[in-house]
């Protein structure tokens, strides 16, 4: 009798005939994406500057890493709502001055819908989504070390693949879009972070293309 083999192997079509999922989603991914005002502060701040080569200058995009979980409510057989947190971190720096470190990191929270295209064995989801965002830079020189704080929202659009692996698990992999807009950093006293010889405030928004790889668990 094969039936408690089939019944393990079982598809997400099938569990998904009688009940909704709620699913578990965590891993990690990468963002390619620009910060025009933190590069534009970064140019004024580190001496000599202009008189680096263009391959030893900054690059308008660069990569950061991405921490992500979330928890997924299907509401109906087409549309899921989802809550999720990510923790992304990005260094900015020029590699010829290794005295000078240029990182900050975000707590992301987001709220995101999605519609969803159930297959035997797959979901495939199609979402858009919106979420606060709390970031703080350090700028690290010589030693020394001071830190700035902004916050704003972000907008982002995401493509998901759940590819079953079990009864109840499978891969996550996703390519998505996303917009910031964020304040003007600003120490602990409130007082705001200005580019050298021109004074502009500095801020973290971007725009940038990430991809994500991770698990889902589902519970029907």
Request: proline share 2%; net charge positive; hydrophobic share 30%.
């Amino acid at each position: 009798d094969n039936s408690f083999a089939d019944s393990t192997n079982v598809s997400f079509q099938s569990l998904n005939r009688k009940n909704f999922y709620t699913s578990i989603s965590f891993g990690m991914g990468a963002l390619y994406g620009n910060n025009p005002s933190l590069k534009n502060f970064i140019q004024y701040r580190v001496p000599d500057y202009s008189r680096l080569t263009r391959d030893e200058q900054l690059s308008e995009f660069y990569t950061g890493l991405d921490f992500f979980g979330g928890i997924e409510r299907q509401i109906t057989k087409k549309f899921s709502i989802k809550g999720e947190y990510s923790y992304f971190i990005k260094s900015y720096n020029v590699k010829f001055y290794t005295q000078y470190d240029f990182s900050y990191y975000s707590h992301q929270p987001y709220l995101m819908f999605f519609y969803v295209i159930p297959q035997e064995y797959s979901y495939l989801k199609i979402g858009a989504g919106t979420g606060y965002i709390y970031s703080k830079l350090s700028v690290k020189e010589y030693g020394t070390e001071n830190s700035y704080n902004s916050n704003g929202f972000g907008f982002k659009t995401e493509l998901i693949l759940n590819a079953q692996i079990g009864r109840n698990f499978a891969g996550y992999l996703s390519g998505y879009l996303s917009k910031t807009f964020l304040s003007n950093l600003k120490d602990n006293k409130g007082k705001e972070l200005l580019t050298n010889v021109t004074n502009e405030t500095v801020n973290l928004s971007s725009l940038g293309a990430g991809i994500r790889l991770g698990v889902e668990i589902f519970i029907f």
